[in-house]
């Protein structure tokens, strides 16, 4: 994921569920240019080396489905491939490469309605970038030959912030924002916490974690507070909602 401007005309469309296959299969981009990839992680590795060659999950088709009763549905597939080939092909620009980087994204609403998102920490690959809690899906988020997006999101929101997903509402359905490499899966996930409280709960946790993923956490209540340093799935979504 990146912050700057979209890779081509963005779409905000909502969908009643996702359903997402995991189909491995070769991904010839990273194959092809398997010695640009190692000689583009060793460069990161030096300027930050506590990030993690692991694997991610990335998608390799998708598009929006409707029933004969208008129910709508998100049908895609995804491919294994490795971070550093990932953090290759996002770095360099995300050219055209049979790819879309699918990832879901917990949309945290305080009750009086602001938006709180995190700003990532400078030991990782988006380092200031402000996002809400997100990640792309890895080998842990397949689930009986499926990609769980809702799964991927609660893990994620627990993770990054420390709240339990349990005692949070989790809006049915989910808006995507898509663009020509990205498809952002928003998920509105609710508080009955303020804005202020929540960001306070926050905050301890992250002064408890030994190696936060995040830095700080931000509060947005109108679109004229969306900064540059928002992250560009996460702006669509706020300019989406904030707008109505």
Known sequence: ?????????QEVVEVDAVDCLFEPRPWPFAEERAADIAAHWAAALARKPRMFDG????????????????????????LE??????????????PPAGVRNGFGMACLQAADGAFVLGEMGGHTANAGAVYFASGTP???DVR??????????GRELGEETGLDPAALAFD???TLVMDGCRVGFMKRV??????????????AFLARDPEPE????????????IGPAVQVTAAAYLRAKLSR
Do not use: C, K, N, Q
Not at 1 to 9: E, I
Not at 88 to 93: A, I, K, P, T
Not at 214 to 225: K, N
């Open 144 to 153: 009986d030959g499926r990609v769980d997006i809702a799964g991927s999101i």
């Open 190 to 203: 609710r508080s009955p916490e303020g804005a202020e409280a929540l960001v306070e709960r926050i905050h």
């Open 138 to 140: 890895d080998p842990s």
């Open 172 to 174: 049915p359905g989910m």
């Open 81 to 94: 491939t490795s971070f550093s080939a990932f953090l290759f092909w996002r770095d360099v620009g995300l």
């Open 214 to 225: 995040l830095a700080r956490m931000h509060v947005i209540r109108s679109a004229a507070e």
């Open 55 to 78: 694997r991610v999950l990335l998608m390799h088709r998708g598009a929006v489905e409707a029933d004969a009763g208008g129910r709508r549905t998100f049908r895609g597939a995804y």
């Open 1 to 9: 994921m990146t912050v700057g401007a979209p890779a081509g005309p």
